[in-house]
């Protein structure tokens, strides 16, 4: 399969190589809306080129989605006008192995300014040089007061350099995490009567080591090739221990234990070069990923006579991607033409288990049909865009085309779909004054699959089961985007975002047979919304070296509840966030000091039987001061959840469906307690 989708993608280059004429350098760099050289960022003391981006005004990152295949870019960050060739090794983590020496400046253009179809709003392009060999290594250690170990393993070490046309980097990671929580939960009767009282304690431990490794080599003549490489590790482990009573029912201990492994590898790569009147770049990707998971839950019941109770569910999965794309680009006058072809195969084969505790104190397996498959699917996709300037001020990009996918799942209750969906994008960059900037979008897109959602999965320690759904189709959208941006000069600047986007097959809980539930698609949904951003500089106003970023976003959902047929918010989604950050770089000092208050509310989690919401807050806050220049070393403080936020749920379960009456009132409130970070970072 593997060589068929090769043989397509590189038949497609050859096509477009019989068409040619004669070769053409690469295109010009896009005009910087904003530029930001690399000077503007020496008062931060920046080791690396993502602690710059981070800094500049008014700008905040989006991390780049999980497209299907790779399809065209996301995100708001390029390097060099480009976008990374892969998907495990994203742009943001190749940014922090970018030494700041090597960082020319940055430059905010409007994305359809850039020749990367799918890029849209104020996207960051970092502009790179090569250096000599240089490293960087940082250290990021936290304790937390209550419930969790210390965590002293997280942190990073890369190598870069280049010699002639050759750069390189190397870079071993680990984004090690440990968190924790505890305190008392009440069940309550439908009648609000007392039925349990629960204490519970958890701490959860992850460790990610990753190697990765990414080669460039620019010839002589403006051939670019790309390798990128990666392996990682994963360890997780979560420990629940808790005690529970309640009025006519035996004390209990109860217990709950997961762990995740496995390994994930990926290789990418990607060469560029001048074929006829433009330039083609073919693209190559091999993904794997070996991820087995287990979750055990057990109670022991203090009376004396009762047995111990206790069910284990384990999962063990392989997922595959190989991907092929091939991407051709030239200009004819004033407008910028490209066409891509990409064929891609995903597959993952998942075994589970479930067993039950028997009296005896023996597990022993239980039936979970639906849970044991393989699913799969092969997709081609064909678009072509067409860049054209609308006089002086403005640029139209133009992209459409179709993808064709066979998704296919065999055993389970499987079956095999065949599919023809139209993708595309229409945008438009103006720039009415020289201080003002405006994107409108408008995108008809696909979304990605979760193969796991296809599968019957049960979640022991909140007594969920999901069941099968063989049916599940991606979720469509068409998206539309007006987006402003407005410098303030010395006082700042300040982006104004305004959505609406309309959903097709959306994904959520859907009934499944008589009793039974899963994800599944809905008809039609929609959200919209308001997002604004900005960065304020307090120098004018006479405080030197201070800066406030803000940001706050309102939206609002709709969908027809599948079981009640009553309008309601898209389960999970966001209502309305707000932060802001306070950033104050001591002047004629090393010092710099600052917080971060921010807040987020999210619609409750709908499901056929319940109806909940598990939140952190009310407020997060973090307070830190920075010594940037300690014989060469920049170290850190923090205090983290500064404000004491705490771990809630409310959830209301019902005998049957939502529409039988009420079972019980589940609320809990848990503690989480300060966290007290420290950060070294340095050069060699």
Known sequence: MADRLLRSALATALLLACTSLHAQEPAAAPVAARSYPAADFARYSPNNAYDM?????????????????????????????????????????????????????????????????????????????????????????????????????????????????????????????????????????????????????????????????????????????????????????????????????PDRERKVREHEGGHTWEVGGDYEFGVGIGRLKLIG??????????????????????????????????????????????????????????????????????????????????????????????????????????????????????????????????????????????????????????????????????????????????????????????????????????????????TLRLYDHRIDDLIDIIPIGADGESLGNIDSAREYGVEWKGTWKLEPFGWRGAKVDTRWWLQQSEVRDPLTGVERRISGSLIHFWQVKLRHDVPGTSWAWGFDINHELDARDVRLTEIGYTWEGPRWGELFIERKDFHGLTLRAAVANALDAGSYRDRYVHLGRRTDPLDYHEVRDRRIGPIFAFQVAGKF
């Open 53 to 249: 981006l981070r800094q500049v005004p008014g700008f905040v990152i989006r991390e780049a989605e999980q497209e299907r295949g790779l399809g065209e870019a996301t995100g708001n960050v390029v390097i060099n006008g480009r976008r990374i060739s892969g998907k495990s090794n994203d742009v943001l983590t190749e940014l922090t192995r970018v030494p700041a020496a090597n960082v020319v400046r940055i430059d905010i253009v409007e994305g359809a300014t850039l020749d990367i179809p799918g890029l849209s709003g104020q996207v960051a392009n970092v502009v790179t040089r090569a250096g000599g060999i240089s490293g960087q290594w940082s250290w990021k250690p936290d304790v937390r007061k209550y419930y969790t170990r210390p965590q002293i393993t997280r942190g990073d070490v890369s190598v870069s350099g280049s010699s002639g046309g050759l750069q390189y980097t190397v870079g071993l990671r680990n984004d090690a995490n440990h968190s924790g929580a505890g305190g008392g939960t009440r069940i309550y009767n439908a009648d609000g009567t007392l039925r349990d009282t629960r204490d519970d304690a958890w701490t959860g431990e992850m460790d990610r080591p990753k190697l990765s490794t990414q080669l460039t080599y620019t010839a002589a003549d403006g051939d670019v090739a790309n390798l990128n490489a990666s392996v990682q590790k994963e360890f997780y482990h979560y420990r629940e221990d808790g005690f529970r009573s309640g009025p006519g029912l």
């Open 285 to 494: 990707l091999d993904r794997y990923a070996h991820t087995p998971y287990s979750q055990t839950v057990t109670t022991r019941y203090l009376d004396g006579s009762s047995p111990d109770s206790g069910s284990r569910y384990a999962r063990d999965s392989e997922e595959k991607e190989q991907i092929a794309r091939a991407e051709y680009r030239w200009k004819t006058g004033a407008s910028d033409w490209r066409i891509s072809a990409e064929g891609a195969f995903n597959r993952l084969d998942s075994t589970t288990l479930i067993a039950e505790l028997d009296p005896s104190g023996v597990f022993v397996d239980v039936p979970l049909p639906g849970a044991n498959a393989r699913v799969q699917e092969d997709r081609y996709e064909l678009i072509g865009s067409w860049g054209h300037p609308l006089g002086e001020k403005a640029k139209l990009q133009l992209s459409a085309g179709a993808e064709h996918s066979t998704l296919a799942q065999v055993g389970g209750g499987g079956l095999t779909r065949e599919f023809l969906r139209p993708k595309g994008t229409l945008s438009v960059a103006w720039k009415p004054t020289s201080t003002l900037d405006v994107n409108v979008k408008l995108q008809r897109r696909v979304g990605q699959l979760n193969f796991y959602d296809f599968l019957a999965s049960v979640n022991l320690n909140d007594d969920r089961e999901n069941a099968g759904n063989p049916d599940l189709v991606p979720q469509q959208s068409w998206d539309f985007e007006v987006e402003a941006t407005k410098n303030f000069g010395a006082y700042g600047t300040s």
